[in-house]
């Protein structure tokens, strides 16, 4: 294996595991572009560095599958910071376990199974983008429509932005506009019910909200 092949099989990685990391930013998790890019590239690096181990003679072909497995493990871990629990509810899940199918992907490039990898990540990006609008109909998920009136905007906005995503919520729609000497604060996503509930009952604790109002 020659730098030029390595060069390639890391520019695929990057590829692909962009593709998903892309999709992933644009639902607003936590582990977005750039996460899925080093997880892809540092898999396929590990299966890059066992051939050429083994090109050395320094190791047998059994032991690549150790480093394979090794490098699954480890991963493993960096999904569980993934993870967020909070007032009961689990999210991050879904998160977790594509760092964990990136992970696979890079192995594959660094095996050299490049026709395997593509319909690989076609796999992976229907499950994510594809299907969650099949969830999101089957689900019957509704539209939520928040209007919040304050008078220190910049702030309330930061802390409602965090709370939603902790909560695994994506807003649509969101405005600001000046009325009578406040700023109303104007979104909505959809969602199911118990992470609706969670999110409402967080926004309620916060200060400076002068009204709050849903339809």
């Known amino acids: 294996m020659n730098i030029v092949e390595i060069t390639l099989k890391l520019v695929l990685a990057i590829a692909l595991g962009g593709l998903i990391g892309l999709e992933r930013e644009s639902s607003q998790k ?3 572009f750039r996460t899925n890019i080093l997880i892809c590239i540092g898999t396929t690096m590990i299966m890059v560095l066992g051939s050429l181990i083994l090109q050395d003679g320094n190791m047998v ?13 480890g991963i493993g871990f960096i999904g569980a910071g993934a993870i967020i629990q909070s007032r009961g509810a689990v999210t991050g899940l879904t998160s977790a376990a594509t760092l964990w199918a990136v992970a696979v992907l ?14 690989y990540t076609g796999f992976i990006y229907a499950t994510l983008a594809v299907f969650r609008r099949i969830e999101g109909h089957l689900l019957h998920k509704t539209q939520n429509r928040y209007t919040i ?3 220190y905007p910049k702030e309330l906005l930061s802390s409602i932005k965090t709370i939603a995503f902790h909560e695994g919520l ?46």
């Open 30 to 32: 936590p582990a977005g």
């Open 61 to 73: 072909g059994s032991e690549i599958s150790r480093l394979a497995a090794a490098a699954i493990t």
């Open 106 to 119: 890079g192995l594959i490039i660094g095996y050299g199974r490049y026709p395997v990898a593509l319909v």
């Open 149 to 151: 009136k304050t008078k």
């Open 170 to 215: 994506k807003f649509q729609n969101l405005s600001l506009k000046s009325e009578a000497g406040f700023t109303v604060i104007r979104f909505s996503f959809h969602v199911r019910g118990g992470k609706e509930e969670g999110f409402y009952q967080t926004v309620l604790e916060l200060d400076r909200i002068s009204e709050i109002s849903i339809d």
